[in-house]
């Protein structure tokens, strides 16, 4: 009797003690974590492959959200505010004045917001979004040839991409690679951009990479990104990851407790010394992932969204 009476005393301490750590944890990555805003709709893509990019970043969280088909309402989101930087993925057709003030909102406090691939196809009939990324792809009208030697694409290209900024954080260190990919030409770039990849291949459009400034915000624009060959490149997702951090101000490195470390705490760690069969390693795993998983919040988002 005595003995058991020890050994609950231990569990309990145990318990506190793995406990206290855990939560310790939580709060921790609740304040490093980068928030993001994922805007799609208006172009098919791979769903499954483009989000788990996202996912194994375990310096974010983001949220998900579709436009509805209309026009850009991904925009008319309530929580616009609480997003440290905004990705899009996106290609709508139009946007409203209204919505137009909500994008803009974003520059006045300085949110970061990063340009993927066709993206740089939207809103062909809005100036503004032309100087706010830094370049148009400018396409042309309906019944006219999509592809030709003035404007094009052509996908599953052996891309050479070079290194044109080694000292800029978001390609400093970084070698010159070579991707699978979609290529761009005719497009427009813009006088203000500062350019960070080229490539050396004859027909696609240059440069491949860019920043520039808009209000309080840093904008990078990124041409690359149009299936999984792009999305599973190692280069290719560290220069999203490094992105994100550098337009929404964040420092380098990794941020916040990985994922996995709170995972591996909680089953493994907490298991090993409590011993199996014990409901904690449960409860402090689903702890872990409702407030780090980004797997979890990206489900939330799509039943928000209907489509991821
Ligand atoms: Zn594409």
Request: with cysteine; net charge positive.
């Amino acid at each position: 009797m005595r003995l058991a009476r020890l050994a609950m005393k231990r569990l309990a301490c145990l318990y506190a003690i793995v406990g206290a750590v855990a939560l310790a944890a939580v709060s921790f990555g609740a304040e490093g974590t980068t928030r993001v805003l994922i805007v799609t709709g208006g172009h098919a893509f791979e769903e499954g492959p483009f989000f788990q990019l996202f996912r194994d970043n375990p310096d974010i969280a983001f949220v998900a959200a579709e436009h509805d088909g209309a026009s850009a309402t991904a925009w008319e989101r309530d929580d616009l505010a609480t997003f440290d930087a905004v990705v899009l993925y996106d290609m709508p057709r139009s946007i409203t004045p209204a919505q137009q003030g909500k994008m803009r909102s974003l520059f006045e406090r300085g949110a970061g917001l990063l340009v993927l691939h066709h993206a740089l196809v939207s809103f062909q009939d809005w100036p503004d979004y032309e100087r706010i990324i830094g370049g148009r792809y400018p396409q042309p009208p309906a019944g006219h040839p999509q592809v030709s030697d003035a404007v094009g694409y052509q996908h599953d290209v052996d891309v050479p991409v070079t290194i044109l900024d080694t000292r800029h954080p978001v390609t400093a260190g970084m070698k010159d690679f070579t991707i699978r990919d979609e290529i761009y030409w005719g497009f427009r770039v813009g006088g203000d951009v500062h350019p960070l990849l080229g490539t050396t291949h004859p027909k696609a459009g240059k440069p491949l990479m860019w920043t520039r400034t808009e209000g309080k915000s840093r904008v990078v624009f990124l041409q690359l990104g149009h299936d999984r060959h792009a999305f599973d490149n190692p280069n290719f997702r560290d220069l999203v990851a490094r992105s994100i951090r550098w337009s929404a101000r964040r420092s380098g490195g990794t941020m916040t407790p990985r994922m996995a470390t709170c995972g591996t705490f909680s089953v493994v760690g907490v298991a090993s010394r409590i011993g199996r069969g014990s409901e904690s390693p449960e409860l402090f795993a689903r702890i872990c992932v409702s407030r780090f998983d980004n797997i979890g919040r990206g489900a939330t988002a799509r039943a928000d969204s209907g489509r991821p």
